[in-house]
């Protein structure tokens, strides 16, 4: 069984709280290490140890090993650009979290012309949707052969590596992919895909360049038996596909398929499938319909397998009523349940303000800040907004739960001095925080007025309450 909790972690570490680490104590170590933030081998005395005594080096083993996640991980690009698949460690998202999201994919071919291949090349690297404080993009390129050419491939795999994005190599023939890894192997790209016909071909291509590759095959006896076989020759990352049906029978296999590899996995601790898992919603595309029709069910099954358990996937559609529910969904699903999303505490300017301008206070939960801080932004008020440190929690919750009070107000009061910076004192709080009025205005001895209960409102709110008579 995998460790789980810093507590665990703890009694392999040597309990010294030497600092070397960078952390102030052995117990945060573990916590960091839980959280996969640091690894085993940051603990300098441990490592020195370890070196020097075969029973500490033992220990040392065996903490890496139970460290390690359960699904191997994989690492496709370089650089900063890389990204990470595989490496979960638990079934349901509850249980702990997810770590590595889902990694998008968007298809090009060889047989495009350049200005259709820049085109398409430039709407993947361009895409990105502001939310919860962050930008939400696409990840790369799975580059398909279409010419069954190896120079016409080699010519436009190199061209795409020149965007600087991860890529998947797309093609059965061996060939092909020589000549497009002769020219891209250092980018690292994922080599797609090894099958029962090619698989000692993908078998030297995979040693000889050093790349990932994915072995793909219906039966999943079949796919045990390469990846038994790719790991024994010394292929360590290794993708499964198990060959995505889009419809019927076939999607019903389909999720079968996914769902077996991946419990059998962590909860069968069975190590010859402990793989990340590709899944090609892009096989939407051979249905019979228009293009808004495969769009559409393209994103049905990025979506249910985003969920249930896909590690990468190869998409086509780049419209926006596909793209948005994708990576909205996949960040919402990778986030850490066990940590509300939230921004850093502090004062905000909003729209230069200046010394008769209002004060607002809201929380540092992300998605009740960004709405406050956009309502207030759009409507171009000059306003000061304090951010209260609730935890992550809403305005509602931390009032019940006691993560705002009139006593952190008036210490985030002083630490921003916000005193200094208006000639005024008054505090407009959220509408739902009505109660604490009496008790803030006690602490900070500022007055306190009960702005609207949604932010979206403060604008005619302010229009008979500001400035105060």
């Not at 790991?231 to 076939?250: M, S, Y």
């Amino acid at each position: 069984m995998k460790v789980k909790s810093p507590l665990e972690v703890y009694k392999f570490l040597p309990q010294t709280n030497c600092g070397e680490c960078g952390f102030d104590t052995c117990m945060s170590f573990a916590a960091h290490i839980i959280d996969r933030s640091v690894k085993p081998e940051n603990c300098p005395p441990l490592i020195k140890d370890a070196e020097k005594d075969p029973k500490i080096k033992k220990k040392l083993d065996q903490l890496i090993e139970l460290t390690s996640p359960e699904v191997a991980e994989v690492v496709v690009g370089k650089g900063d650009m890389a990204i990470k698949i595989g490496g979960e460690d638990v079934i349901h998202r509850h249980e702990m979290t997810y770590f590595n999201p889902t990694a998008f994919f968007y298809d090009v071919w060889d047989t495009m012309s350049d200005k259709e291949l820049e085109e398409r090349c430039s709407k993947v690297i361009e895409f990105k949707k502001f939310y919860v404080g962050k930008f939400l993009t696409l990840d790369g390129f799975a580059v398909r052969c279409t010419s069954n050419d190896p120079e016409t491939y080699r010519s436009v795999v190199k061209k795409v590596a020149g965007y600087g994005k991860p890529m998947i190599l797309v093609s059965l023939n061996p060939d092909c992919m020589r000549a497009a890894l002769e020219e891209v192997s250092e980018e690292k790209p994922l080599i797609y895909a090894a099958t029962e016909s090619n698989w000692r071909d993908f078998l030297k291509l995979a040693l000889e360049f050093k790349v990932p590759v994915t072995l793909r095959a219906k039966d999943l006896d079949l796919l045990k038996s390469l990846a038994v076989t790719f790991k024994n020759a010394g292929v360590e990352e290794i993708v499964l596909d198990p060959v995505t049906e889009p419809l019927g029978e076939g999607l019903k296999g389909t999720y079968e398929r996914v769902i077996n590899l991946r419990r059998t996995a962590i909860q069968g601790e069975d190590k010859d499938i402990a793989f990340p898992i590709m899944v090609t919603p892009i096989a939407a595309w051979l249905m019979e319909g228009d293009e808004v029709e495969k769009g559409y069910w393209e994103t049905v099954l990025g979506s249910l397998f985003v969920v249930k358990y896909a590690d990468v996937m190869i998409f086509r559609s780049l419209e926006p009523y596909s793209l948005l529910p994708l990576v909205t969904l996949r960040f919402n699903i990778y986030t850490d349940p066990r940590t509300p999303v939230q921004v850093e505490p502090g004062l905000r300017p909003i729209a230069d303000p200046d010394e008769d301008s209002p004060v607002f206070i809201t929380t540092n939960f992300a998605l009740t800040y960004y709405t406050v801080e956009s309502d207030l932004t759009s409507a171009n008020i000059k306003s000061w907004l304090l951010v209260l440190n609730t935890e992550g929690l809403g305005v509602e919750v931390s009032v019940a739960g006691g993560q705002f009070t009139a006593g952190k107000v008036k210490e985030l009061m002083e630490e921003t001095k916000i005193e200094g910076k208006v000639k005024h004192k008054i505090l407009v709080i959220p509408g739902l925080a009505a109660r604490l009025q009496g008790a803030i205005e006690d602490e900070t001895g500022w007055t306190v007025k009960v702005g609207p209960m949604d932010s979206g409102r403060i604008k005619g709110w302010l229009e008979t309450n500001w400035p105060p008579k």
